[in-house]
């Protein structure tokens, strides 16, 4: 070959290689310059994500406390509801009809009053009849004897009046067994 082909093949290959050289530092730039824009970016998304975090822990919290409070609420509220229940539950036990053996009791006990009134009626019945000078010296000592209709006059108004003897007995406060006995006793004392 001839040295003048030889010189410009050189040349040639000199101008080429003078465009690929500057051409790799401004690719290397560029893509220096491509890693920071990347990297500032993913702080950047970083930092969103980190916010976006902090806000949604912020929430979870505060739905935490809504909830705490709601179910507080609501035990108190169960609370209030079983106390209800448990009054409204003693209230039907005192005005539930009353137990046998409560009844027997009862009924035993004005039995034993009645007895107890039957036996003071009758001592009074039988005492002896006094003389007439024992009852001009003690009539200015003992009050007059009062007969049964005389102590009892509200019992045996309503009776007159035509008044059962539940309802007297509900009037007067006196036991249904007692008024049936001064009823009978009163019977006994006009005969």
């Known amino acids: ?40 970016t993913l702080e950047h998304y970083m930092t969103e994500i980190e916010q976006d975090n902090d806000a949604l822990i912020q929430r979870v919290a505060e739905l935490k406390g809504e909830a705490t409070a709601a179910d507080q609420r609501m035990q108190s509220q169960l609370q209030e509801l079983q106390q209800r229940l448990d009054q409204l539950e003693q209230q039907k036990v005192k005005t539930a009809e009353p137990h046998p053996a409560e009844i ?3 009924q035993r006990s004005e039995g034993l009053q009645a007895l107890s009134l039957m036996d003071s009626v009758m001592a009074e019945t039988n005492q002896p009849i006094a003389s007439a000078e024992d009852l ?24 007159d009046k035509g008044k059962s003897m539940d309802a007297i007995s509900r009037q007067t406060g006196i036991q249904l067994g007692e008024v049936q006995l001064i009823l009978q006793l009163a019977e006994r004392e006009e005969s």
Do not use: T
């Open 1 to 40: 070959m001839s040295p003048w082909i030889i010189i410009v093949i050189l040349g040639a290959c000199a101008i080429a290689y003078a465009f690929i050289m500057p051409r790799k530092d401004k690719v290397q730039q560029p893509s220096h310059q491509l890693v920071q824009e990347m990297e500032s």
């Open 104 to 106: 027997m009791m009862g």
């Open 136 to 159: 001009q010296g003690n009539s200015e000592e003992d009050p007059k004897h009062e007969s049964i209709k005389d102590r009892y006059k509200e019992l045996f108004w309503l009776h």
